[in-house]
Structures are given as C-alpha cells and as structure tokens.
C-alpha cells in the first residue's frame, strides 16, 4: 500500500518563503507529483520528479530523495493568490494502471 | 495542452436516482482515466480506474454496481451513480494522461459537484 502525509495546514506571510514536506512509502515508486487545488477546483500541475534533487520552475520548487520517501515543496515570494490546497502525488509502479495517490493536502494560508 | 472537460459541473439529484458524469479528454486519446471523489476538506481518493474496451478496475471498498463506469472510446468516460444517496455527495473529478506530455502529470477535468436530496 502507499502511505502519503504531509502537514495538514500552514501560515504564511506574504513574500516569504514556505516549505510543504511530504514523506511516502509506496512499493513501487514511479514519480512524485505536487498539484495546487483552490476550494471547489480541480487540481492544477505544479511539479514532477523521478529523480533525486531539485527541480526548479519559477517561484516553485520541488526536491526528492527516494532513499528517504520524502519531498518537499518550495514556494518563494508568496502572494496572496498562493492561499490553496497543496497535494502530493505518489505515482505507484507497481500497479497495473500506474495510477496516482493522493496525500490529504496542506491548506496554506498566505496573510498580509 | 491536454484538455479534460468534464460534465456536469454540478449536479443536484433526488435521493434513488440515478446520475451520469461524463469526462472527455478533448485534444488526444486516453486510453485510460481515472476517477476520484473528494469529500470537504479531504484529499483526493482513487475511486476507479476506467480502462477503454475492458473492464474498469475498482479499488477496496467501492462498489462496482453503485458506481458504474463505461469507457467506450478513446475520448470518453461515463461515472454512473446509481440509486444515489445523501452519503454520495461529494466532488467527483477525472483524470487522464495525455501520453505526448510523457511523465509530466495527469490532466484533471472541472470536477462535478454532487448533492443529494
């Protein structure tokens, strides 16, 4: 099975930094996806890795260590528009439609 | 990009009826497609996964005859509720993998909004 947790909610001010962590265990891992959800939305892509390290997108940044289960999610310069759901994805190998598992998000709040 | 529309994006049922939500991925074929239910304040759960030409395949503790799945086509996948239930409200979304954009991500449809009387 899979298990994927991360924070449930955090606070921000606005242009500062936050990290979101997400530790998972999966049998067959075959990616890690971070995805922005607002209230009432459908998720919306932020972030892949497969490999260990860093991968950088503009204001968002992603890493993986696959010896550790774990990543994280680097939001710099926050605005006020950032105040969202964020989920991390765990792609399982291991199963025959290669399908995705959710953790249960971290509600960021992003203040003045 | 890969575009997945997704219909209705609200619904609202008498409770023994029956509801259809379609999700069609609308620039590529998806020969699979995901579909997930969230309640309030919860993350996204695997409900199925709806495989074209075959049968769908339903994770633990989903019942198959409730919650019927028809992926006739490369373009097109049906959720049927069936006899619906004030305990099915809940956000039901799609998804699917556009396999040009390799491992980049499943695109989401809009979502349905789901609620029983």
């Known amino acids: 099975g899979q298990n994927i947790d991360q924070p449930t909610e955090m606070t921000a001010t606005e242009g500062a930094i936050v990290q979101i962590n997400c530790t998972y265990q999966?049998?067959?891992?075959?990616?890690l996806f971070w995805y922005q959800q607002h209230a009432g939305e459908a998720p919306t892509f932020l972030s892949y890795?497969?490999?260990?390290g860093l991968e950088e997108k503009g204001r968002f940044s992603s890493f993986l260590s696959r010896s550790k289960g774990y990543s994280y999610l680097l939001l710099k310069e926050l605005q006020m528009k950032d105040s969202a759901s964020y989920l991390c994805?765990?792609?399982?190998?291991?199963?025959?439609?290669?399908?995705?598992?959710f953790g249960a998000g971290t509600r960021l709040t992003v203040k003045p | 990009g890969a575009v997945v529309s997704q219909h209705p994006s609200r619904v609202i049922c008498k409770s023994g009826t029956s509801v259809k939500i379609e999700c069609r991925s609308l620039?590529?074929?998806?020969?699979?497609m995901f579909w997930y239910r969230q309640f309030p304040k919860q993350s996204l759960m695997l409900m199925a996964t709806?495989?074209?030409?075959?049968?769908?395949?339903?994770e633990q503790g989903v019942e198959k005859d409730k919650f019927l799945i028809n992926h006739a086509s490369l373009t097109l996948s049906t959720l049927t509720v069936t006899s619906a239930h004030p305990e099915d409200s809940s956000f039901y979304i799609c998804?699917?993998?556009?396999?040009?954009?390799?491992?980049?991500?499943?695109?989401f449809g809009s979502g349905t909004r789901l609620t029983v009387v």
């Open positions: 994805a765990v792609r399982d190998g291991s199963r025959k439609n290669n399908d995705m598992r």
């Open positions: 998804s699917a993998q556009d396999p040009g954009t390799g491992n980049y991500g499943y695109t």
């Open positions: 999966t049998s067959g891992f075959n990616g």
């Open positions: 709806s495989n074209e030409g075959s049968k769908a395949t339903y």
């Open positions: 620039d590529f074929q998806a020969t699979t």
């Open positions: 890795n497969v490999l260990d």
